[in-house]
C-alpha cells in the first residue's frame, strides 16, 4: 500500500511541497481557499500526517525503548506492565526488546533503538561486564538511559532502580536457618549478572554468621528449570547433604522443587525450597514457593518516570532508587 506524502498533494494542486506543509499545520500566512483546497485533496487522496516525520522534525520521537533480559517468566512482564502505566499517560510509545541472556543480542538491540532514535531507553542488564562502552557512547551522545534490576557494576553516573540484592538475600538464607535447616545449599546464577553476585555474597554472609558456610553446597550454573533441575542432581552424585535449597531465582527453585519430588525427597519435611523473584509462577507450583518479592511493577513505574525527568531535563540527577522487597512465607518452607 502506497503512503501519501505531501508531495502528492503538491503535484496535484501544482504547487509547492512547503505550501502544502504550511496548509496542514494551520500557517496563518496561508490564504483560506489554499488551505481549503490543501485539506480537500488530502482527505481525497486519503493522506495520513506521519507522526514519526513530525516528531523528528521537533527533535523527538516520543517512544522509550525498553530491553528485558528475557520475557520466558512473568517477570519483565509485570515490570513492563509498570514502564507501560507511566509512558502511556504521557502519550511515550514504548519499543520492547528481549536480549534473551545474550550480550550480542544486547548490542544488536541497542543499534536498532539508536537507529530508531528513540528518546530514552530503560534497560536490565544480561551482562554487568559487557556493552558498557556502548551504554557510554550512547548517553555522551544525549540518550536518557535508566537501568533497573540488573543495574551495571561501573556506571553509577546514570540512573538506576534496583533492589538491596545482598541484604535482602541475607535475611531470606537466614529465615531457613531459623527454622532449623543446617545445610543450606544455594543455587547460584552465572557471575556476569550482578543481582547473582550479591544474592550469593548475601547468602555466604548468613552461613557464615551461623558457622554453617560449606562451599560444597554452592553449585554455580544457569538461568532456566533445567538448569535448577541440574543443581539437584549436581548436589545429589557428590553425596552432598543438604536439608533445604536457596535459588538465585524462582525460575531456579522451582526446576530444584521438581527434581527433589522427582527423586522422592518431600517438601518441606526434608528439604525446604525458597527463591527470590516474587512472581506469580510462586504461587501456581506445588507446594507454593517461599520467596522474596520486589516490587515489580513499582520498578517499572520508578524507571519510566526516570528516563522521562531525564528526557525531559538532561542535567537532571542522576538518581538511585533502591525499593524494598516482601518475604513471602509459604509452603515450600513449611510457612
Known amino acids: 500500500m502506497k503512503h501519501v506524502t505531501i508531495k502528492d498533494i503538491a503535484r496535484e494542486l501544482c504547487i509547492s511541497v512547503s505550501t502544502v506543509s504550511r496548509a496542514l499545520t494551520d500557517d496563518k500566512n496561508i490564504r483560506r ?22 516528531n523528528l522534525k521537533m527533535g523527538r520521537t516520543n517512544t522509550i525503548g525498553v530491553i528485558v533480559p528475557e520475557m520466558h517468566t512473568p517477570y519483565a512482564s509485570q515490570v513492563v506492565a509498570g514502564i ?32 530508531f532514535m528513540v528518546d530514552g531507553l530503560i534497560v536490565s542488564m544480561c551482562s554487568h561486564k559487557h556493552n558498557l562502552e556502548t551504554y557510554r557512547r550512547l548517553a555522551a551522545a544525549g ?60 547468602y555466604r554472609e548468613a552461613m557464615e554468621k551461623f558457622g ?17 533441575a541440574a543443581a539437584v542432581d549436581d548436589l545429589v552424585s557428590r553425596g552432598v547433604e543438604f536439608d533445604a535449597v536457596y535459588a538465585f531465582t524462582d525460575t531456579l ?45 513499582e520498578m517499572g513505574r520508578r524507571a519510566a518516570e526516570l528516563v522521562l525527568e531525564k528526557v525531559g531535563n538532561p542535567d537532571a540527577e542522576n538518581r538511585r532508587i533502591v525499593l524494598r522487597t516482601e518475604m513471602k512465607c509459604r509452603a515450600s518452607t513449611g510457612e
Not at 33 to 54: F, K
Not at 256 to 282: K, Q
Open 212 to 228: 554453617i558456610y560449606d562451599p560444597q553446597l554452592v553449585v554455580k550454573t544457569g538461568m532456566t528449570f533445567v538448569d535448577g
Open 143 to 202: 540518550m536518557a538511559i535508566v537501568f533497573y534490576d540488573r543495574i551495571p557494576h561501573g556506571l553509577d553516573d546514570m540512573p538506576q532502580v534496583m533492589i538491596d540484592d545482598n541484604n535482602d538475600s541475607y535475611f531470606m538464607a537466614e529465615h531457613l536457618v531459623r527454622l532449623g535447616r543446617r545445610r543450606i545449599a544455594y543455587i547460584c546464577g552465572p557471575d556476569d549478572v550482578y543481582n547473582s553476585v550479591e544474592r550469593a555474597r548475601g
Open 33 to 54: 481557499e489554499t488551505r481549503e483546497a490543501v485539506l480537500r485533496e488530502a482527505e481525497r487522496l486519503g493522506y495520513r500526517r506521519n507522526p514519526v516525520a513530525m
Open 84 to 115: 507501560q502505566s507511566v509512558l502511556y499517560k504521557n502519550n511515550q510509545k514504548v519499543m520492547i526488546a528481549e536480549s534473551d541472556e545474550d550480550p550480542n543480542r544486547e548490542r544488536e538491540s541497542l543499534q536498532m533503538m539508536e537507529e
Open 253 to 297: 527453585a522451582i526446576g530444584a522443587m521438581n527434581r527433589l519430588r522427582e527423586i522422592g525427597r518431600r517438601i518441606p519435611e526434608d528439604v525446604a525450597v525458597a527463591g527470590f523473584s516474587g512472581t506469580e509462577l510462586s504461587t501456581i507450583v506445588y507446594p507454593k514457593l517461599t520467596t522474596v518479592e520486589p516490587p515489580l511493577e
